[in-house]
């Protein structure tokens, strides 16, 4: 059982640059979040998907797309990178929204860096 | 939307002392309050969790206690262990709600 995993771990990119950020989860979950890490600041949510099938934003969708593309895989794309886009970026997994199963299990981040 | 703030920002302490992280929440529909731990180039892992129904949840040496009244709660680490180092979140969650809420992080070190 490996949680939740995410690939790649490091990524260097131009701007202007696209990626594809991947991420799956072997817990049966059926949500999944994205979430960006900035220095001295929190984690905040990209986009997120209640079950498979929907996607929703989150409180910094712009310059983001996302893609379920089924009940295990959520992947988060940059078309177009930009220097902002610097960050470290989660994927997170739970149950589901409701009471008692709301909570998020992480995976371990990739790490971008937009020149 | 929701408002978590966390203090303090950094956090030492002698090992075996016991540390105290305090985060306030600005929206009384939240019921929902994870503390997450986070190592070095890792991602958040949860530690413990409280719901509004209760004040007080303990786990070892880890405790949370929640004021609803007040909107803060906090999390206690007792008989701190150099293992313990790390940065820790608070966070916030309404049920139902797509969105947790995070505070900005304590960066706490334990000095053998």
């Known amino acids: 059982n490996a949680g939740v995993t995410q690939t790649p771990k490091f990524q260097v990119l131009k701007t202007g640059q696209s990626m594809t950020l991947q991420c799956a989860q072997d817990m049966n979950h059926n949500s999944m979040y994205w979430y960006r890490q900035d220095p001295g600041m929190g984690l905040r949510l990209i986009y997120y998907s209640a079950s498979e099938g929907t996607t929703d934003k989150g409180e910094v969708p712009n310059g983001y797309n996302v893609s379920r593309l089924n009940k295990r895989e959520f992947s988060l794309r940059l078309e177009s990178a930009a220097p902002s886009q610097t960050s470290v970026y989660f994927c997170a997994s739970s149950e589901a929204l409701g009471l008692g199963s709301e909570t998020q299990y992480f995976g371990p981040g990739t790490r971008l860096l937009v020149l | 939307g929701e408002n978590v703030e966390q203090h303090p920002s950094t956090l030492s302490v002698q090992e075996g002392d016991s540390a105290v992280i305090k985060c306030t929440y600005s929206?009384?529909?939240?019921?929902?309050f994870p503390w997450y731990k986070q190592e070095l180039g890792k991602g958040p892992q949860l530690i413990i969790d409280i719901r509004s129904n209760v004040g007080e949840k303990k786990d070892q040496r880890i405790a949370v206690t929640l004021n609803k009244t007040a909107k803060h709660f906090s999390l206690h680490i007792t008989e701190t262990q150099p293992e313990d180092s790390a940065v820790y979140f608070c966070?916030?969650?309404?049920?139902?709600?797509?969105?947790?809420?995070f505070g900005t992080g304590t960066r706490l070190t334990v000095i053998p």
């Open positions: 929206d009384s529909a939240s019921n929902y």
């Open positions: 966070a916030a969650q309404q049920t139902g709600a797509n969105n947790l809420f």
